[in-house]
């Protein structure tokens, strides 16, 4: 069997995957807050570990392993949203929702095995902090239920952070209630204009944290496999879900903790004031699905990406050279070696991808058509994006036309003819190649 090795950030170091139940592998991975359209820096997570979950299925087999990814469907910036447009928080939630399945859908990511959502767990959150009360790890306050964090011994081994940088990170929730300063909410009141759910210490609702803890036990029980997501949620989010649930249960939350990189534009942090903030939507249309999903597998994950219209481009370019090879060949019925080897080291998608190019050429094509699909490239977009728009001076029907034209001449064998459509057509900047499928175009380099 394939060894599968990952970089643990707790161990802060790559080690061999073991699950608990190869039968039954858990993978959670920590989904968006709905209340606008994501953006790029979101997809990231969704594209990387979209890789891991078909490396395990790969592995372990298509039904030994499961793929929750949330959704959180509660939260401040969602009922200011909901305020603001004047209608309910599932309208925005839903709204949302949709618009970020079917963004990570055309990044060609495979759907999770499961999407809970938040709001459907208010139960199992009353459960757990009456449980975390009771122990003594929690407490009430002022309408809030805090965690209190000096009741875990320790607390912060996964961000390894100190004293002072916890009390930080907590800064934004200060408050007089708090027996310690870095205690963070479980629970907070609503108004009677907010939304909430009625609990045992008045109507409020969750803290952000406290959703993914009770999602995971749910789903997958006190002890998971793999829980991921972005390295920004190491702290203070990941830290709190392992008190949270650690505290509840007195089992290891997570085997393997794995956290992508940051992604950057231009090289530039992405901001809204910079005017280099793209949603995920608008780059599907400057560019289309596959040169993107392309473009953020183009670094390791634990590195940083940066994305840029041109690297775009020039991804959109070497997937022009992959779809021209495989046109009209049939998949290998096996993935390539070299790719599965390139992922089983800590997901190394870019030495994958050059395992594919490696691959480009006409007498491996069925080969790299195995591994780019495993990757998640199926290479049979029906439109023809991949040719690149017509040159000026001639239509995309122009074109075709002359292509059918020269195959008629050379099914009679008029040799002349079809020499001269094709050298009137790179007058024009159009590149014919000849494969088994048939004739194709693109513009010429
Ligand atoms: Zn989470």
Redesign the pocket.
Known sequence: MTEIFVYNTEARKKVLFEPVDPKNVRM?V??PTVYGEAHIGNARPYTVFDILFRLLRHVYGETHVSYAR?I?DIEDKIMDRAAEEGVSIKTITNRYTKIFQEDIRALGSLEPTTEPRATDHIPEMIKMMRTLIEKGNAYEADGHVMFHVPSMENYGRLSRHSRDELVAGARVEVASYKKDPADFVLWKPSSDEQVGWGSPWGRGRPG??L???C?IEKQYGETIDI?A?GQD?IFP??EN?IAQSECTNGKQFVRYWMHNGYLTVDGVKMSKSLGNFHTIRDLLNDHGGEPLRLSLLTAHYRQPVDFSHDNATEQKRRLDRWYRLVDGVTASATVPQSVIDALSDDLNTPKAIAALDALASAETAADLKAGANFMGFLLTATDDWFRGDAPEGITTEEIEAMIQARKNARANKDFAESDRIRAALTEKGIALEDSAGGTTWRKAD
Request: charged share 10%.
């Open positions: 959670y920590c989904g949330n959180t952000w944290h959703e993914c803890s999602m829980h997501g949620l989010h990941h879900e």
